[in-house]
């Protein structure tokens, strides 16, 4: 089957990765690489980051369960210090959307699913980009959460597309995993050039001039 539509994931792949900032923080205060997100993945569904995004708390109730968490497990950051950081590094990358208006000119339908959370500066960025996809799908707003198979199934509905006609982008495998279950195309994002080859490839034409 061809594909008809194309997801994409925003942080690390249509935004600047908040991984870069984790890894200057740790980098900073002497932790190991990978500890923050490490901590989230352990935490699971019922952890801090994972109530943020699903829309559970504020920032500010964020910033005191984080901190919390963390400490617990030994590790002492400030998650206001953090998140003010992902505020200001996570930028547009407007050659990646360059490619998302290549790809609806050419007549694919494309959604962005993201986990997300509620700030003054996310819901900017997020109103300045929700209008270059013909659906655009919030952790937040949704209360659902990658890798949930649900938010994955609901972007499908939405786009009017079978899991098989869609090719998936994301950063993070354990993300990909669901999408690809459900028999979707995935494309890891490594290095954002060469994840656009890959769709390109996948999608028969040029996504960059």
Not at 172 to 195: C, E, Q, S, Y
Request: proline share 3%.
């Amino acid at each position: 089957m061809s594909i008809a539509a194309v997801i994409f994931d925003l942080g690390g792949v249509v935004l600047e990765s908040p991984m870069a900032v984790f890894a200057a923080y740790e980098r900073e205060l002497g932790l190991p690489p990978h500890t923050l997100n490490r901590g989230i993945v352990a935490a699971g569904a019922r952890g801090a980051w994972a109530r943020l995004e699903r829309g559970e708390l504020s920032m500010r109730e964020f910033h005191v369960a984080f901190d919390q968490e963390n400490a617990a497990a030994g590790v002492m950051i400030s998650t206001e210090l953090l998140m003010t950081r992902v505020a200001a590094e996570s930028g547009v990358r407007m050659f990646v959307v360059d490619a998302i208006r290549r790809l609806r000119a050419g007549n694919l339908k494309v959604a962005a699913l993201t986990n997300n959370w509620v700030s003054d500066d996310q819901n900017h960025k997020m109103d300045v980009l929700r209008g270059e996809f013909d659906v655009f799908i919030e952790s937040t707003r949704v209360g659902l959460r990658k890798p949930d198979v649900r938010i994955y199934e609901l972007a499908c509905k939405e786009l009017g597309a079978a899991p098989q006609s869609v090719a998936y982008l994301d950063d993070i495998g354990l993300n990909l995993k669901p999408a690809r279950a459900l028999g979707m195309t995935t494309i890891k994002v490594d290095d954002i050039h060469t994840a656009l080859a890959e769709l390109a490839r996948a999608v028969g034409f040029a996504l960059s001039a």
